[in-house]
């Protein structure tokens, strides 16, 4: 084989070993930080869980004080149920966009019944004394604190992967190699944002 032929088989050779390298390391980032918000959105599943199972306890706590009030705790009840629902939707699959709307709309009807249970409860002075209220106020509390944390993260796990999903050339490689846009988990308004009041 001639030298010069030689030369190009070899330089044509050492071109595609980068190409190939190059799509490697672009595949092997964008697996990187898919999972990387996979990951953040199960420390989000882990708090909704436990606020999931708070939630049983204060309505029966609350039950107890507000006999005339069912039509609220069965209300919470039902908003619990579709935001556990959702929550397991979205915990197979995060960031995809029809889980994460379908959570964050549960989420924010959960939000409002609750808010609706604790402004009920303020008329009600044993409720607002009672010990076991004052803990799964807190515990809830807490937990929330925990999932905006948590909401946080995963949000900008979300916007480092759809950056780098998006960016040329790596937009080559996602989009041939089928790396969806992941969803962010927001909720929709402002008002819808804030924590319901749990203060006794």
């Known amino acids: 084989m001639p030298s010069g032929i ?15 390298g190059w799509i490697a390391a672009a595949y092997n980032s964008l697996v990187a930080l898919r999972n990387r918000y996979r990951t953040a959105y ?13 939630i049983p ?17 069965d209300l919470v009840t039902q908003a619990r149920n579709t935001a556990l629902a959702a929550s397991r939707e ?15 709309a549960a989420e924010t009807q959960l939000g409002g019944v609750l808010g609706r249970l604790f402004a009920v409860a303020e008329a009600y002075p044993d409720l607002k004394g009672s010990q076991t209220m004052t803990a799964l106020q807190r515990d809830l ?31 080559l490689v996602a989009n041939a190699t089928g790396f969806a846009p992941a969803q962010l988990f927001e909720l929709e308004t402002e008002k819808e ?3 319901p009041g749990v203060s006794f």
């Not at 030369?7 to 190939?20: F, H, R, S, W």
């Not at 915990?91 to 959570?103: E, F, K, R, T, Y």
Request: glycine letters at 6%.
């Open 193 to 195: 944002r804030e924590v």
């Open 141 to 171: 509390s807490q937990t929330e604190d925990q999932i905006a944390a948590s909401r946080a993260t995963f949000n900008e796990d979300v916007r480092r992967y759809n950056t780098a999903r998006e960016s040329f050339p790596t937009n």
């Open 42 to 54: 199960s420390q989000i599943d882990v708090q909704l869980k436990r606020r999931y199972d708070l």
């Open 6 to 20: 030689l030369g190009v088989v070899i330089v044509a050779g050492v071109v595609l070993l980068l190409v190939l």
């Open 90 to 104: 979205a915990a197979a699959n995060p960031g995809d966009s029809a889980s994460m709307a379908g959570l964050a």
């Open 57 to 73: 306890n204060l309505v029966e706590t609350a039950r107890g004080y507000l006999t005339h009030e069912r039509q609220t705790l």
